[in-house]
């Protein structure tokens, strides 16, 4: 049994240590938002948050995830009220087929934490996720708008 704290909530689930979390999220506690991409750590379909920092589930094994704090696209809204991030998209029309969105608004939501005002080089440097239907632009546009807000 591993204990893990996902958006605030303990969760016990019976489940071999070297279980990647993406699927210990998806499978065992039901919250599907975190979507599998590649499965090797480099498309960020599957990115949450563990202890505040951006991190790709699939390469985290579940082991290593007990006793830290995680949160998923799921957690993110406060109260039923969106975080800034998730206005932006809303607000620029962001996705087009939408897989690769929920990792995208947490690599996003990371970099706004850490830099409240970044550069389109900042942004260049820290949101390597892929989105095969190029919205780039319009995440560009996303994250410039929810760093102003």
């Known amino acids: 049994m591993a204990r893990l704290t996902i958006n605030g909530t303990a969760h016990e689930i019976d489940v ?46 579940v082991s290593d995830a007990v006793g830290k704090q995680i949160t998923t696209i799921e957690g993110l809204a406060q109260n039923g009220v969106l975080n800034k991030v998730q206005k932006a998209w809303i607000d620029h029309d962001v996705p087009q087929c939408g897989y690769c969105q929920t990792g995208m608004i947490m690599a996003v939501t990371a970099l ?20 095969r239907c190029g919205t780039f632009q319009q995440v560009r546009e996303a994250i410039h708008m929810a760093a102003s807000a």
């Not at 065992?28 to 505040?52: E, M, P, R, S, W």
């Not at 706004?112 to 989105?131: G, W």
């Open 16 to 61: 071999d240590p070297s279980t990647p979390l993406l699927w210990a999220i998806r499978e065992n506690v039901g919250l599907t938002g975190t979507k599998y991409g590649c499965g090797i750590a480099q498309c960020g379909a599957c990115t949450v948050h563990i202890d505040g920092v951006a991190t790709r589930s699939c390469g985290v094994l």
């Open 112 to 131: 706004l934490r850490d830099k409240p005002k970044p550069t389109d080089a900042d942004i260049d440097e820290a949101i390597t996720n892929i989105c």
